[in-house]
Nanobody, 123 residues
């Protein structure tokens, strides 16, 4: 069982940067793929980025590729999302998620979810 808590969300201007963090507690973190998903106002939750349990592989949604970077520290049980060149369309609640898989991009592959952190990008 893994418990996930996100932090770092806030209001930021377009073009700015933000770093989200996800702290994990419990067992199994180092065996899980970790990901960030987001849900914008009036939208369905969508995949943002994922990183394999052994840190060897990452994968990004096309909408954030080149702007966002996912990383993890298995010793500290932390996952981060560095977001640069933010756009108003990045406004969403960002969720951290964990899956017992090498790497995963589908929402239904993830067993563990945090409560989310709000990111608002003003124009």
């Amino acid at each position: 069982q893994v418990h996930l808590v996100e932090s770092g969300g806030r209001l930021v201007q377009a073009g700015g940067s933000l770093r989200l963090s996800c702290a994990a507690s419990g067992r199994g973190f180092a065996e899980q793929a970790m990901a960030w998903f987001r849900q914008g106002p009036g939208k369905e939750r969508e995949f943002v980025a994922t990183i394999s349990w052994n840190v060897s592989q990452t994968f990004y949604a096309e909408s954030v590729k080149g702007r966002f970077t996912i990383s993890r520290d298995n010793a500290k049980k932390m996952v981060s999302l560095e977001m640069n060149s933010l756009k108003p369309e990045d406004t969403a609640v960002y969720y951290c998620a964990g899956a017992y898989s090498w790497i995963a991009t589908m929402e239904n592959e993830y067993q563990y979810w945090g409560q989310g952190t709000q990111v608002t990008v003003s124009a």
